[in-house]
Nanobody, 122 residues
Framework: VQLQASGGGLVQAGGSLRLSCVCS????????VGWFRQAPGKEREHVAA????????SYADSVKGRFSISRDNAKSTVYLQMNSLKPEDTAVYYC????????????????WGQGTLVTVSS
């Protein structure tokens, strides 16, 4: 597995979680990394993305002001801090890496890891 997401769990509405995506240097070095989510019965959607050097980030409108993406390249880890969680944030969250230093919501995104489930109760 080249990317591994973790940190999901059950949280009450208004709570916070921090997801981590640990990836191999070959997969993430010099590449943008993004977070995506897929709720039951829905298509996968882009949540956030960050460039290789962290100088560019993007967010879905639904999470702006609540979620924050960051990365620690020394640890080959990308984080997604999720605050003020809502029941509609319930989904399996995936991380993915591109083959370029910058990549936006439409990608292309090439490498995918296993997801981590986030459940927000009302």
């Amino acid at each position: 597995v080249q990317l591994q997401a973790s940190g999901g769990g059950l949280v009450q509405a208004g709570g916070s979680l921090r997801l981590s995506c640990v990836c191999s240097r070959r997969t993430c070095s010099n590449n943008a990394v993004g977070w995506f989510r897929q709720a039951p019965g829905k298509e996968r959607e882009h949540v956030a993305a960050i460039s290789w050097r962290g100088d560019s980030t993007s967010y879905a409108d639904s999470v702006k002001g609540r979620f924050s993406i960051s990365r620690d390249n020394a640890k080959s880890t990308v984080y997604l801090q999720m605050n003020s969680l809502k029941p509609e944030d319930t989904a399996v969250y995936y991380c993915s890496s591109a083959r370029s230093a910058y990549s936006g919501p439409t990608g292309p995104w090439h490498y995918w890891g296993q997801g981590t489930l986030v459940t927000v109760s009302s």
